[in-house]
């Protein structure tokens, strides 16, 4: 009778009814008539360091026709904000709903179930209330150590790069195809154009797969929550000849405000040491003109190759006819830089590198195509989904449903986001200060505060009204601020107590 595992007592009641036992599940409820709704299922896709820069945000360059395509019908988040701009700690805050000070996870070595180990993930709580939870491809941080079985009614699949399982492993088992000859090593070149066919590639393998869940599990009973992750536009920006045929690089906008802001403290600027990691990029100093262009068009092609996987996924929603009852979400892990203020990559408490994607789109939306300004945050996904599908709401869970702003897209948003980066990183002993930050509607203020003293060391406040992206001035020395200061920091969260760095490496 059921497809997915009943408690005994449940078992015992569901005899009197389908429906019954559909709405004791919490798996629909049912109206006066006693006819029950099935819950939605949830498409649940996360790509990796891909910024605002979409078409549907504006962007002059991006061409993203099928994120595009997802907003016309969805809920655009013009101001969403990642809460930590690293991969691994900015998941485990998302499948949470929890902020990495709860979670205590600020680096790449911290599971998310280390310092709490009982904590119930999205997928969890899904799995927990009747769903069939699967997921394809980088969910979760990637190394095998950070796989969470209790997540998934069935083990993850293409989930890490160390060594991909199934019948769509590929025989180099990197994140990239190097036709180079430099098999053996994932930081060859920092962007790579190859004339092969998508799934070279492990997000193409994804997407086969993801492609084949889909048309399975829209056969079933159960409701699903199928997570897909796509790794591009991380670096190495490898992708396909054809999607960086799209771009002329020689139209390639100048990079703007290519300075630090005036005023910066030291503290809050890098190095960019993930990018020089790769063997074509310069160890010190700054990049070539030449250099620059190559990953930013990199980076473009594998923006629309990225698009391209998700496209494919969403055209299989269609055609297996559950687009309609099935609710989407695509975001971003986090941001990126691309030479503004002189930075590469993400770790900063900036807008360019906490600012993120967000698209929701669900059956009987009431407003396809908005788009809405409201400061929310990825941490606000899982009380989302929750609500969507008609779930009971998940303890401990730190954000708010955005539902609210689906319903009422111009409706006042909260009044602010929040987001922390540590420092140094990566961590060789252990963290030195961690930097709070507060995105108000017109104003980002940050916070560097001293592990187990919080003694604050530094201060930025930025000037940046409605979808400003760049900070250029630090004003938190201008005595004309010095009220807006106080009011700003009295905002901010005050850390976990005492306040400990990671351990040492």
């Not at 939605?40 to 078409?55: C, E």
Request: aromatic share 8%; glycine share 6%; proline share 10%.
């Amino acid at each position: 009778m059921f497809p997915f595992s009943v408690p005994p007592v449940l078992r015992r009641i569901a005899r009197r009814g389908a429906a019954a036992a559909m709405v004791l599940l919490g798996l629909g409820t049912a109206d006066a008539a006693g006819t029950v709704r099935r819950p939605p299922n949830v498409l649940f896709i996360v790509t990796d360091d891909l910024r605002t820069n979409l078409g549907c945000y504006g962007d002059p360059v991006a061409i993203t026709p099928h994120l595009d395509r997802l907003a016309a019908r969805g809920t655009v988040f013009r101001r969403a904000y990642a809460q930590i701009a690293v991969c691994n700690p900015s998941r485990a805050s998302v499948l949470t709903g929890r902020r990495p000070d709860t979670l205590r996870v600020w680096d790449l070595n911290v599971h998310v179930r280390t310092h709490v180990p009982d904590v119930v993930t999205l997928p969890q709580h899904f799995k927990n209330h009747g769903y069939r939870t699967e997921a394809v491809g980088k969910i979760y941080h990637d190394p095998p150590k950070f796989r969470d079985a209790p997540s998934w009614t069935v083990p993850a699949e293409l989930d890490d790069t160390e060594g991909v399982r199934g019948k769509y492993a590929h025989p180099d088992n990197l994140k990239i195809y190097q036709p180079n000859g430099q098999r053996g090593s994932e930081k060859a070149a920092a962007a790579e154009a190859a004339e092969v066919t998508d799934n070279a590639y492990i997000d193409g393998r994804v997407a086969d797969l993801a492609v084949e869940r889909v048309r399975t599990l829209a056969t079933q009973a159960q409701p699903f929550f199928l997570a897909v992750g796509i790794r591009r536009p991380h670096l190495p920006c490898s992708a396909p000849q054809r999607f960086w045929d799209l771009y002329d690089p020689k139209k390639l906008r100048e990079i703007p405000h290519p300075q630090p802001p005036a005023g910066a403290p030291a503290v809050a600027l890098h190095n960019f040491i993930e990018l020089r990691g790769y063997t074509d990029m310069p160890k010190v100093g700054a990049l070539s003109p030449e250099q620059a262009t190559w990953v930013r068009h990199g980076y473009y092609a594998a923006t629309s190759f990225c698009d391209a996987q998700i496209g494919r996924v969403l055209d299989a929603l269609r055609e297996a006819k559950v687009d309609q009852s099935t609710v989407v979400v695509v975001w971003s892990d986090h941001g990126f830089h691309l030479g503004e203020h002189g930075l590469w990559c993400k770790t900063t408490n900036y807008e360019l590198d906490t600012r993120v994607p967000l698209i929701v789109a669900h059956p009987g939306q009431p407003h396809p195509g908005a788009a809405t300004t409201a400061l929310v945050e990825l941490l606000d996904l899982y009380p989302t989904l929750v609500d969507l599908c008609g779930l009971p709401a998940a303890p401990g869970v730190e954000g708010r449903s955005l539902r609210p702003w689906m319903e009422a897209p111009t409706r006042a948003g909260p009044p602010a986001a929040f987001s922390q980066f540590a420092r140094p990183f990566p961590y060789k002993e252990s963290a030195e200060v961690m930097g709070y930050a507060v995105r108000t509607d017109t104003h980002r203020y940050i916070e560097w505060r001293r592990f187990g003293t919080r003694e604050v060391v530094a201060r930025e406040l930025y000037a940046l009204p409605g979808e400003a992206l760049y900070e250029t001035r630090n004003l938190a020395a201008a005595p004309a601020e010095a009220a807006r200061l106080r009011e700003l920091a009295a905002l901010l969260p005050p850390g976990p107590g005492p306040l400990r760095p990671p351990a040492r490496r």
